[in-house]
């Protein structure tokens, strides 16, 4: 590489080989997942108006406040690259009047875009699979989601990560455990971190998720959301909790997981790597690879009517990292052009054994040997050699029995 070719932005990545295999495991096992659900499809911009994300994410939040791509177009309009998915399908839920088809199953991938300090696990660029249900208010719908969640890690064969469940009640519970927080936090303000001090009064919740140790040594005895639960607020997270029961779905409750977003209401869930397991080894501090929960307000911080909804998404990477290097399946034929007044034959023969569903790979450059050290090599399956001998046209085929005899059906 010279001096001058350009370098790939910090925090991106070119993914390839057996980790692109992983990757694509992921988003395959996903919409397989996704179909068995009924989700629909989406497919979003990458960019939106800043206000979608300052709005519905909150201005006080990581993402807003530190971590966005936002710059100013031709035109002169403020522009982010997403962020997150929840937003910009929340702003097309109303735009383009999806009421009609409340409540909404919805399903996404693609990449997202956060400035953040890239360490393993964390990316600026990285990706998502996102599921939402928007329009339903029971708690069915939570409990949907996250079976949708399970069978996907089951299905992706990943093990030792678990279900970690909290509420944070509807609005009146959640508003009234935040002022207590603000109290109890204010009595030792001096001794708190300063984002935490930051955050006091704008946004309480955050510090109980803080990782710095100035402010862990309180957490143990902050109020607890339990106190302030409503009859209402209790009733639905019974429900939730009784249908993941009746699901065989593991669950351990989390009390002091807020998740970072502010559209949060009732339901907020990650799933996490039990400590010591091989997911957690994996993962290293980037633990969590699912999150999610029911954000009931945000429709209306976007100037629509009040619109229930509870969704998730999982880093593609970070579940990339679990399901471990897939290889590049070998081929199951090579046709190898011995002679080249076969090629025209080769082409032919190959279209057939790929449109019969067969995966197929031609070897027809440099010499005869070359061409069979590559079939070889390739650790293809089957063999099919295509040659002149004395003038006439002959193959030979080196392949189990079975696969002989499909591949010279597929020839006649
Ligand atoms: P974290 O606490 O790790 O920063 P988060 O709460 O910011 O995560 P969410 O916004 O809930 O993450 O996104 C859901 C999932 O997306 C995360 O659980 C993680 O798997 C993935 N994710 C988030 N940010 C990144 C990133 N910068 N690089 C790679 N994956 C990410
Ligand atoms: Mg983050």
């Known amino acids: 590489m010279s001096k001058n070719t350009p370098k790939a932005i910090r925090g991106t990545q070119d993914i390839f080989g057996a980790e692109a295999e992983a990757f694509a495991f992921v988003v395959e096992t996903f919409e397989r997942v996704r ?4 989700f629909r499809r ?35 309009d403020s522009l982010t690259l997403r962020p997150e998915f929840t937003a910009g399908i929340a702003r097309a ?5 999806w009421q009609q088809h409340a409540p909404l199953k919805i399903g996404t991938h693609g990449p997202l875009f956060r400035y ?7 990316y600026r660029q990285f990706h998502q699979i996102d599921a939402e249900i928007i329009g ?42 935040r002022a207590a927080l603000i109290t109890y936090f204010k009595a030792v303000e001096g001794q708190l971190s300063e984002d935490s001090q930051e955050r006091l009064e704008k946004n309480p919740l955050r510090i109980l998720d803080s990782k710095d140790r100035r402010d862990q040594q309180f957490l143990a ?42 559209y949060y209401r009732h339901t907020a869930f990650e799933f996490i790597p039990d400590e010591g397991s091989a997911a957690a080894d ?27 909804a509870v969704g998730w998404a999982a880093g593609i990477e970070r579940l990339a990292m679990l399901v471990g290097d897939k290889h590049e399946p070998d081929a199951d034929v090579i046709v190898v052009v011995e002679d080249d007044e076969r090629i025209g034959d080769a082409i032919a023969a190959i279209g057939r054994v790929r449109a019969a569903g067969l995966t197929a790979e031609l070897a027809a450059s440099g010499s005869t040997r070359k061409r069979f050290d590559k079939a070889v090599k ?35």
């Open 35 to 38: 179909k068995l659900y009924r």
């Open 42 to 76: 989406t497919e979003m911009p990458v960019f939106e108006r800043t206000e979608v994300f300052s709005r519905a994410i909150g201005e006080t939040t990581d993402v807003v406040s530190k971590e966005m791509y936002s710059f100013e177009d031709r035109g002169g």
């Open 93 to 97: 839920f109303l735009t383009n009047g």
């Open 116 to 122: 953040e300090r890239p360490q393993k696990g964390r």
């Open 136 to 177: 339903a208010a029971e708690p069915q719908a939570d409990v949907e989601l996250l079976c949708m969640a399970d069978q996907l890690l089951e299905e992706l064969g990943i093990e030792g990560v678990t279900l970690h469940l909290n509420t944070l009640g509807d609005a009146d519970s959640r508003d009234q455990w």
């Open 221 to 262: 005895d902050a109020p607890r959301i339990d106190d302030f639960l409503t009859e209402d607020a209790q009733t639905f997270f019974k429900a939730v909790t009784d249908g993941l029961d009746a699901a065989g779905v593991k669950w351990k409750r989390a009390e002091s997981l807020v998740r970072g977003l502010d």
């Open 282 to 308: 994996a993962l290293g501090a980037q633990s969590t690879v699912l999150g999610g929960g029911r954000y009931d307000g945000l429709m209306e911080s976007l100037g629509g009517p009040a619109t229930p």
């Open 378 to 412: 390739s650790g293809a399956k089957s063999i099919l050699a295509l040659d002149i001998c004395d003038g006439a046209p002959v193959h030979r085929i080196k392949a189990s029995d079975a696969d002989t005899a499909r591949i010279e059906a597929l020839l006649n």
